[in-house]
């Protein structure tokens, strides 16, 4: 009963397009009327009320993910339309990401996660652009999708924030602070699900990648900047 995508677009509800097809298509349907009605596609709804608690716009994922998997029974130009909407609007510093590529961690919290989850939010656009044929669109998301490598520091190799221009300092990837969402740089610089390819560049090809993926689950499990 609850839209909470920020938990859910990652692994529930591409499971409902395969167990209850038909219901995602009411999803989707309830999606667009929440958007003719309040005017934005959910970010985290509860009860009926938008509460914007999370970061994205996530129901453009989930969308996409069921478009291009063959359901169909919803207005598909208005989903477009909805899902542009979102990537457009002055919110969560989104002008500042259009404008620089990234979110400045002086400008905004949890910065760099929503550069990453913009990025790949923007891709999904692209992918419900290209399946209409709206090439002008394609081409506008595709580029941002690739914003993420705005965020990578090639000298620590982390996906780290930026501030006034320059890298946050001083800087440790197990800090957990207000640059990360409920995460810190170990977790979020895996997080370009759109683009795996080009992030094992970044970090240096697939052997360096390896080890590094390596590196996260033998890392130490204790975080800092919070206490446990």
Known sequence: TVFSLWDTYRA????FTIIEPERTVDFLKTFLAQYEQGGLLPVWELAGNETNCMIGYHAVSVIVDAYVKGIRGFDAAKALEAMKHSA??????LAHYRELGYIPADKEGESVSKTLEYAYDDWCIAQMAKALGAESDYATYIRRAQSYKN???????FMRAKANGAWWTPFDPAEVNFNYTEANAWQYSFYVPQDVSGLIGLMGGDARFAARLDSLFSASPRPSGIDL
């Not at 457009?88 to 510093?93: A, K, L, S, T, Y």
């Not at 965020?151 to 190799?157: A, E, L, Q, R």
């Open 151 to 157: 965020v990578f520091d090639p000298s620590t190799g």
């Open 88 to 93: 457009e609007i002055d919110f969560r510093g």
């Open 12 to 15: 529930e509800h591409p499971l």
